[in-house]
């Protein structure tokens, strides 16, 4: 996963014309190292999108707009506009991931 590191370079990934999936995190979070854990396999089975990840205390401007109330989270976009959004008390196992990415329909 390709690291996000600021509202621009966030702005200009997702208004890309492709599916583009951030995965919000932060370095204190014990559930984003958990998904760590998991998600290699995911991103190689669902490689129609273009995987970032975001650490959410470094654009924390960009957390809020996209109400990232909790993390990890999953977002996916394409041409600028949010089309799905995994919040964190659902994104606690590969199950969840997976079954959430199959019901994104882009």
């Known amino acids: ?14 208004a890309s014309d492709q599916p583009v999936l951030v995965k919000f995190e932060a370095g204190w979070c014990p559930d984003c190292k958990r998904m760590d854990m998991f998600i290699d396999p995911i991103v190689e089975k669902y490689d129609t999108y273009t995987w970032y990840e975001a650490d959410r205390d470094v654009i924390p401007e960009i957390a809020e707009k996209y109400e990232v109330m909790g993390i990890p989270s ?5 041409n600028g506009e949010k089309h799905a959004h995994l919040h964190s008390a659902f994104a606690k196992s590969p199950e969840q991931v997976e079954e959430f990415l199959d019901e994104v329909k882009i």
Do not use: W
Request: proline residues 0%; aromatic residues 10%.
């Open 1 to 14: 996963m390709k690291e996000i590191k600021s509202a621009t370079e966030f702005e200009e990934i997702i």
């Open 74 to 78: 999953l977002l996916v976009f394409q």
